[in-house]
Nanobody, 115 residues
């Protein structure tokens, strides 16, 4: 079974950029959908971005035009390029397949955006 490990988070000033990576232990070539999710303190986890095997993508309205999801099947990795970051983007970011498989939630990677 695929395992997922997130990395790339950190502390950045508002307006800055980060690129998150989600490395899969197995092949993601056959996985139809991969997604990035986030959970801010005191809030429920929310879907941020999705990418399907054919390359189509979907984003939550709050990140449209600022975040870009991509996947490299050869490297079994999904990326989230985050530009023009805002303090409200502060959260722990997770990746998972879509539809979600609960057993695949990892530790996530913390993103903190200072104002």
């Amino acid at each position: 079974q695929v395992q997922l490990v997130e990395s790339g988070g950190g502390l950045v000033q508002a307006g800055g950029s980060l690129r998150l990576s989600c490395a899969a232990s197995g092949s993601i070539f056959s996985i139809r959908g991969m997604g990035w999710f986030r959970q801010a303190p005191g809030k429920q986890r929310e879907l941020v971005a999705l990418i399907y095997s054919g390359g189509s993508t979907n984003y939550v309205d709050s990140v449209k035009g600022r975040f870009t999801i991509s996947r490299d099947n050869a490297k079994n990795t999904v990326y989230l390029q985050m530009d023009s970051l805002k303090p409200e983007d502060t959260a722990v970011y997770y990746c998972n397949v879509f539809p979600i498989v609960e057993q695949l939630w990892g530790q996530g990677t913390q993103v903190t955006v200072s104002s």
